[in-house]
Structures are given as C-alpha cells and as structure tokens.
C-alpha cells in the first residue's frame, strides 16, 4: 500500500492528451513540492518533472506538472508512443522523515 | 556528466546478506545525499533511506531499521547498501539515487532524485 495515490492505469491515442493524478495528504504533497519519474519497461525511473512543474534539461514540454492542495497531476500532451511506461509521483513526508512515492501508473498507448 | 553505476546480480540464501555498491562519477560524491530505493518484481517504488557521504551518517525506513546499513568509501566515490537477514520478500531491483535540492520562490528547499544507478536485482531463494 503506497503512501501516495496514483490510478493503476492509463490510457491514450497518438496525438491526445492524457492525465495522471497523484494523491496525498497534509504532510506529504501539502506541505513539499512533488516530483514525477518515467520507468521504460526494464529501465531505472527517470526524472520527468521536479518541484511541481519544473522540467530537467531534455524533457520534452509535452510534459507538465501541477499541484493543488493535497494532490498533483503530470500532463502529457501529443502522446507517443514511446512516452509508453510506468510514471511515478513522490513527495518528501514531514512524518515519516523521508521520500514517499505513489504506486505507479501505468501508460499504455493505444 | 553524472554516472551511478552499481555492482552486478545476486543470488542469495533466505538469511543470507547482500551488499550493493554504487560507484559515482562526474561530481564530488561529498557534495549530495544518496538513497537508496527498491523494486520488488511487478511493484512500486519503495525508500529503504539515505546515506550523508560527507560525514557518513544514515537514516534508514523504519520498515528496514536493524537489517540495513549504508556505508561509503569518499576515496573511490562509492556508496554500499547492506542488507541482512534475507527474506523472500526482499527480491527486488535495488537502485541507488542521487538526491538535487531546488529552492523555490520563498527560498524554501524541495528535494528530488536527478540521478539513478542501473539497478541491481537482489534474487533471495532456497
């Protein structure tokens, strides 16, 4: 049971847009910035998104992030097929005095 | 540029132990904590703690306190991650990940892993 709640699934066409939320509470997204991490099928994750909407250098701007209250979203825009794979949510917790990650959301392209 | 590259597949006994390294290139290990995160198979991501290279110490999940220690060598750039008491549920992929801090607006720091090792799958089996 993950800290942090996130849909098991998604799904999309090329070229739509598709959302994944990512659920927490007071001591963990309500009160720390939220980062999101891309697992390819049998690859370490990859940071996608950091401080809630902040991109690293090379992520493609189909990407975003947002964040309200206790919950926070990853955007992406113009599917693709590669953009198939895990995505992961994670914010620092006040109480446990450590990271928490949501349980994964699965992406599937159609 | 930034590398974590970790040491090789294990194999190991249900009360065995197990110790991972991440050897680190392309910045001052000195300069950033590192955690340590695992994967069971088909599962989420899980944080088993972290590890202060500059002077040593660690803080570990409290799921893992009294079976794991982390430890680090600054004169090859590497951190260890040991576990003992090996069960059947600890089968998993181990990833080592460097921690970056980002000061928002109001000066005020967030934390997120920029870097992650390759992984190294951890097979507990009788």
């Known amino acids: 049971q993950s800290v942090l709640t996130q849909p098991p699934s998604a799904s999309g066409t090329p070229g739509q847009r598709v959302t994944i939320s990512c659920s927490g509470t007071?001591?963990?997204?309500?009160?720390?910035?939220v980062s999101w991490y891309q697992q390819l099928p049998g690859t370490a994750p990859k940071l996608l998104i950091y401080s809630n909407y902040q991109r690293p250098s090379g992520v493609p701007d189909r990407f975003s992030g947002s964040k309200s209250g206790t919950s926070a979203s990853l955007a992406i825009s113009g599917l693709q097929s590669e953009d198939e794979a895990d995505y992961y949510c994670?914010?620092?917790?006040?109480?446990?005095?450590?990271?928490?990650f949501g349980g994964g959301t699965k992406l599937t392209v159609l | 540029q930034v590398h974590l590259v970790q040491s090789g597949a294990e194999v190991k006994k249900p009360g065995a132990s197990v110790k991972v390294s991440c050897k680190a290139s392309g910045y001052s290990l000195s300069t950033y904590y590192m955690h340590w995160v695992r994967q069971a198979p088909g599962q989420g991501l899980e944080w088993m703690g972290v590890i202060y290279p500059s002077d040593g110490g660690a803080t570990y999940a409290q799921k893992l306190q009294g079976r794991v220690t982390m430890t680090r060598d600054t004169s090859t750039s590497t951190v260890y991650m040991d576990l003992n008491s090996l069960k059947s549920e600890d089968t998993a992929m181990y990833y080592c990940?460097?921690?970056?801090?980002?000061?928002?607006?109001?000066?005020?720091?967030?934390?997120?892993?920029?870097?992650w090792g390759q992984g190294t799958l951890v097979t507990v089996s009788s």
């Open positions: 990940a460097r921690v970056a801090k980002y000061f928002d607006g109001n000066g005020y720091p967030h934390y997120h892993f920029d870097y």
């Open positions: 007071s001591s963990n997204i309500g009160s720390d910035a």
């Open positions: 994670a914010a620092w917790d006040d109480s446990l005095n450590g990271p928490v």
